[in-house]
């Protein structure tokens, strides 16, 4: 048992108790990850950026170094303050984090002579360590990594190893310190728990204090502290988030002194607005109106088809539209302020949420809720949860299930799922395929690609990347599950986000959507978006795309396959609306492409 540095706890927020982990985030993609896992046993976990100094650090009982994408050696990669190594806190290091430990004590670190990717079975050694108690002989993990400890520091024991991978967990157990190559985080190393709990419990005697659920009174206490006499106004915009957190305060504060606006961008799928209404209707929210925007924004939208303007087109519009019903309803006033259901992952600037922002923008910034902001008028009861957690909650209040297990849904719609073309073009026959001259969104690296997308009659999802790699004109795949006419009789055209094309998305949208929730597909998936290109014939212009992922925050995505049955059900429903000449799935994993198209 080790014991860190006594010291005054800080708590970042007051929704949520002091953290007694914390997770430095080296710009790993499972950093989130790591911080949900600790507090899924129970134990609040926070995230921080790696270069945190230790003095704001006193009081943690145990701290986590994530893995990232650098190499310790490079000049430039994410470090830590190395008193973290010398003031007794317990530390275990993931990946780039054991790296880092090695490298900023006396070890060294070594680009491996071949990359570890996937599922590998550790063989623990005969040291016995607190760290992996309670592992088998042989356990498979997960690694991720080239780079690799060559030489561990003085005082430390090598505890574990792969074939590849030497020195897969070391450990000083005097000093409380630990370090492992693999993801204890990911649920393909089947020890990650115990390890976890290992380190979280027996190494750094933390206890449990963590339960979103009974997390409730406080957060209500809070939000009537935050608001004073005040009231609160929302702009919802029928997801999980803001409704919980708009619950929360219609709770906390009377249905008086709550108010929320949604408002109806005629780019939702169908039937949103109603049952948006129907939601809040049930929750009995008397103060909560319906700001219709529909002609307003396709109106802007009329001749546009470049992606980013049609999201700044967007986006302006929604400040607008916000503008106006901020200053129409006097919620400027000193006696409102504004709720925002703000969530954990949203207000940490971390490696990655600063990389996919220069793939497209997401966020807009409204003059009004910008003043409020500074001005510290806002209370956003949900800052210091993670999805899930936002989810348990909304269980706990009575929210229904089938409203808090939705997809996401990107803020500016089927805006961005509908393309547009500025001319006529012929799709190109070439070996792999046809080249179909309609450009998506792609992150290749660290960068944007915006490229055409290649057709092709097989449904193998492992032939896409290497398509991808090999051709380096596309950066897309899509199979072809069926067409009215031979895909050579097909041919983008010039087409526009017209009201028509939007309700024709609308209309096949509502068709999977209903298809695959029967078919228990739905479940299975993290999100389902339907895509609509502009190639066809003059009869019937275009394409459907189906684009099923998993993923476990959108920063990275997988392609999943349709299961049959309902991949026919959707083929012979899909070719029967009105202007739809074929009907594709989007076999891309993200990277290479993105999950939404534009
Ligand atoms: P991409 O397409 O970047 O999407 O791989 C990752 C996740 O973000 C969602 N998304 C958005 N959400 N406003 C949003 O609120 C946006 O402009 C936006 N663009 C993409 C997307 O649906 C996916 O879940």
Redesign the pocket.
Known sequence: MCSGLVGPAISLNDYAPSPQITVLDTGGQYTHLIARKVRELGVYAEVRTSETPAAQLAGRKGIIISGGPASVYEPGSPTIDPAILHNGTPLLGICYGQQLMAYLLDGTVEKGSKGEYGSAVLTVGNIVSPLLKGLLQTEPVWMSHRDTVFKAPSNFDVLASTPTCKIAAIGNDAQCQYGVQFHPEVVHTRAGKTLLENFVFGICSCQQDWEPRHRIPVVEEKIRETAGQRKIFFFVSGGVDSTVAYTLCLRALGHDRVHGAYVDTGLMREGETEFVKKVFAELGATAFRVEDARDFFVDKLQGVTEPELK?KIIGEAFVEIQDRVLNSGHYMDQDWILGQGTIYPDTIESGGTAK?DL?????NRVEGIQKLMEAGRIVEPLSSFYKDEVREIGRELGLPAEFLERH?????GLA?RCLCSDMDAPVTRIAEGWVVPVHS?G?QGDSRSYRPVLAVESLEHESATELINQLATVNRVIGLIGSLVPMAELSVRRSELTKERLDRLRNVDAIVRRLSLAAGFEREVW?F?IVLIPLGTAARPDAVVLRPIF?VD??T?SSVPLPAALQDQLKTELLAVDGISAVFHDLTH?PPA????E
């Open positions: 999201r996919a793939i497209k923008t997401h966020h996401p849904f990107p803020g500016p961005i969104v992150v999100q978006p993923s959108g920063m995505a993200k993105t999950i939404e198209w």
